[in-house]
C-alpha cells in the first residue's frame, strides 16, 4: 500500500507496518522508514485500524475484479491476533 510520510516528503510502498518507542511511531519495518509520529499509542493503533480498513477495501476490490477460480482463492485480508 502506498502511504505518504506524516512530513509529506516520504512516499513509499509499505508492505509491514509496526508501532515503535512507546507505541507513538508507525514505522515502515521492511525499510526502517518512520510514516508518522502520534500522541499516544491510542492514536496511532487508530492510524493502524485506517490503514486495515484501506487494505481490506482494495482487496475487495481486487476480489471483485477477478475470474471465479482466482475469487475462490481469496480469504480474509487482516486477520487480527487473539489476545488469548
Not at 493502524?48 to 477477478?66: D, G, R, V, W, Y
Request: hydrophobic share 35%; glycine share 4%; net charge negative.
Amino acid at each position: 500500500m502506498w502511504i505518504r510520510s506524516q512530513n509529506k516528503e516520504t512516499l513509499v510502498d509499505v508492505k509491514h507496518f509496526g508501532l515503535r518507542y512507546d507505541g507513538c511511531e508507525v514505522w515502515d519495518d521492511t525499510r526502517e522508514i518512520m510514516i508518522g509520529i502520534f500522541e499516544s499509542r491510542k492514536r496511532a493503533i487508530e492510524i493502524l485500524n485506517e490503514i486495515q480498513s484501506h487494505i481490506e477495501t482494495l482487496e475487495h476490490n481486487k476480489m471483485l475484479l477477478a475470474t471465479p477460480d482466482e475469487q475462490y482463492n481469496y480469504e480474509i485480508y487482516v486477520y487480527g491476533m487473539p489476545i488469548k
